[in-house]
């Protein structure tokens, strides 16, 4: 079986990279069912043993258990969402309560929990303090499932756990179908005047792979848009906008109200269980920010400076509707549009314009890599020999070193286009992680969503989109420079609220004088962006953040609102998900009919399947850490090797070997301040 199954043994391939030229559908069900019953054994072997719980007989044993499993999940997690076939969306569906009853059949095991709190009261004794550190992480780990709990709750806790991994697991299915359901299709190519070429090449496309005549836009996961922006035609406007954010909310079999009832009801059940009084309480315990007071503190003092920053735009964008001589109130699928109007008219910037200048081979090689290199010393080496799964999939070596003679830390996965079984969205994952113990390096893959260009033509980026792939590059570092021993610390294993942090101070380098002067070059011409253009495009960055910052934090606060309802409270009708959202947003004073959030409650991915429930905020909560630390790269030179090798060092590299705040401090020198996030979200001080 083993000949046959390509899960059964490792790979043979360099750093272990998956044969995906040999891995079938039919492979990954069996891989599973002998991946649960080898961690099975492992664990049974463990807590059967007579021997005296140690560190090496039960935590290093249990950091060395589950080999089998951990390839088949690697591989399914992530073409679960960036090849979404019909087969690959049920065996998700499948196995989803499996890996939760697996999970919980470890996490619950009274013999094991006993054997690693036994372990835990000794840990200061002869211990490194990377093994305190992962020693604490493993009780914590299986206190927070519930391993201490009397059996009765211990029982009740399993039930939870496999139903919710069902419901998340559905509602990312369904916001998927939902937006591919109702993509807006065009016939007339007159109507999508004001989009760039390259963009309505790519709607056709999108049109012919459906087998449509015409153009299909696709829908993005966030509420707005990006091709309301550039629409003339406001009706066109009104039907993006509407299809946006009707997802999940027309009834038939993609509604997701029922789905994120069920889902609050039961994990505050689940956190009273774990003696919590709802499940924000729960999460935030586990992250830097500490309790939900503090968080809620810190969204809440945005708001009311966010909202008067709106109100001034929304002033200016009323004046250029009327200019333009529509009569009426001005409506959400205006404001995006008029927006980058007004941001072209302030600036002199056109993005539509700019985006021949934002090559995606030329942001790659010349901006990511490149600032990388600069930045670290590393450099990327395309491996053409390894078998991608998919078509325009790119696999690069990284190489420690400013020559091809490094050394080499990993393996770096680009799928960079979107495709119709890719889920929305960007992001970074893993194929293999980083551990000394068991001598694996990292297999990192970034995610993006740039729409495919049609056959011989460049893919040309947004700013947008050229942000997010320095972002999503960000965490591919994180988890490329991980230096630790055990794969429960490597890379990004650190708290939610703290791993958006390094991404987000990547996103700096974008625009960075000497790297924007790298990649932003017009890709027919070869003349670079003029430096003119260039200074008012990045002061045009910070137009706008009225809307950016209200949206930010109503999705915020939204998921805290969701998480903040104890056990116990009635369940919310499915009729009555828009109102309970409405009074929500109401409480906070951000509820704007021109505004809706970045995501609503019935595509909110990021925290009704993603892993983000009641922990949406840490991507402001992290800006906190990224602006203060972009104005010490600022003040000690920028694009230094000097600089970027003590980040490196002091805190890409260490994953959650050290607390992240000390980690931090290392760097900065001092604990975090707020001013700089205000300062350039334009909220005073």
């Known amino acids: 079986m083993a000949d046959e199954n390509p899960f059964l043994q490792p790979s043979s391939l360099p750093f272990g990279f998956p044969p995906f030229d040999r891995i079938r559908y039919e492979h990954y069900r069996p891989a599973f069912d002998a991946g649960v019953a080898e961690q099975r054994a492992e664990v049974a072997a463990i807590t059967c043993t007579p021997d005296q719980p140690t560190f090496a007989n039960t935590i290093e044993a249990m950091e060395r258990s589950g080999r089998t499993l951990e ?187 029922a789905l994120v009832s069920e889902i609050v009801t039961l994990r505050a059940e689940r956190a009273a269980l774990l003696g919590f009084h709802d499940h924000a309480a729960y999460v935030v315990a586990d992250q830097t920010a500490g309790t939900s007071k503090a968080v809620l503190a810190m969204l809440d003092e945005m708001a009311p400076p966010a909202m008067a920053n709106l109100e001034k735009e929304r002033a200016r964008i009323e004046q250029l509707l009327r200019a333009d001589g529509v009569e009426g109130p001005v409506q959400p699928w205006d404001w995006a549009y008029y927006a980058s109007r007004d941001r072209a008219a302030t600036y002199g910037v056109d993005p539509n314009a700019l985006k021949p200048y934002f090559e995606l081979e030329r942001v790659l090689q010349h901006g990511l890599f490149a600032a990388a290199n600069r930045l670290y010393g590393v450099s990327f080496r395309e491996r053409d020999d390894l078998p991608a799964y998919a078509e325009d999939v790119r696999v690069f070596e990284v190489l420690d070193g400013d020559t091809v003679d490094g050394s080499t830390l990993g393996l770096l996965v680009c799928d960079w286009f979107a495709r119709p079984t890719k889920r929305g969205g960007a992001w970074m994952s893993e194929f293999v992680g980083q551990s000394h113990l068991l001598g694996t390096r990292p297999v990192v893959v970034v995610c993006l969503n740039v729409p495919k260009p049609p056959q011989g033509q460049p893919a040309l980026m947004t700013t947008d989109e050229v942000r997010t792939g320095f972002h999503e590059f960000g965490h591919a570092l994180h988890g490329l420079f991980s230096d630790c021993a055990y794969p429960r610390l490597h890379g990004t294993a650190v708290p939610r609220d703290f791993v958006e942090f390094p991404s987000q101070v990547n996103e700096m380098w974008a625009w960075w004088p000497e790297v924007l002067a790298g990649y932003a070059v017009h890709h027919e011409s070869g003349e670079p962006l003029p430096q003119d253009v260039v200074d008012r495009l990045v002061a045009s960055l910070s137009h706008g953040q009225g809307f950016d910052t209200v949206a930010m934090l109503a999705a915020a606060l939204l998921d805290q609102e969701w998480h903040l309802r104890p056990a116990g409270q009635s369940a919310v009708a499915t009729e009555d998900v828009e109102q309970v959202e409405a009074e929500a947003l109401g409480r906070h004073g951000l509820r704007s009919p021109l505004v809706p959030p970045r995501y609503r409650s019935t595509y909110f991915a990021h925290i009704f399947s993603g892993g983000y429930d009641a922990g949406y905020y840490s991507y402001l909560w992290s800006e906190v850490l990224d602006a203060d630390l972009v104005d010490w790269f600022t003040d000690n030179g920028g694009l230094s090797r000097d600089s970027g090798d003590l980040f490196r060092r002091e805190l890409l590299s260490v994953g959650g070997t050290r607390d992240p705040l000390a980690a931090f401090e290392a760097v900065r020198g001092r604990p975090p301040s707020p001013q700089p996030l205000l300062r350039r979200r334009g909220l005073g001080g």
Do not use: C, K, W
């Open 71 to 257: 390839r088949v999940l690697n591989v399914h997690g992530n073409l679960s969402s960036s090849m979404a076939t019909d087969e690959m969306r049920a065996l998700e569906t499948e196995l989803a309560p499996l890996i939760a009853e697996h999970l919980d059949e470890i996490r619950l095991d009274p013999r094991l929990f006993a054997r690693i709190d036994a372990v835990h009261a000794t840990r200061h004794r002869g211990l490194s303090t990377e093994q305190r550190r992962v020693v604490e992480r493993y009780h914590q780990d299986f206190v927070r499932a519930g391993a201490a709990l009397p059996a009765p709750d211990r029982e009740r806790l399993r039930s939870l756990n496999t139903r919710l991994t069902s419901l998340t697991t559905e509602f990312g299915s369904r916001v998927l179908a939902e937006a591919n359901e109702l993509a807006v299709h065009v016939t007339d190519r007159a109507d999508l005047d004001g989009l760039a070429d390259h963009i309505v090449e790519a709607a056709a496309a999108a049109a012919a792979e459906t087998g449509r005549d015409g153009y299909l836009l696709t829908l993005v996961l966030p509420t707005i848009q990006p091709a309301i922006m550039s629409l003339r035609n406001r009706e066109l406007r009104q039907r993006l906008h509407q299809a946006a954010t009707t997802r999940g909310l027309r009834g038939g079999p993609h509604d997701t109200r």
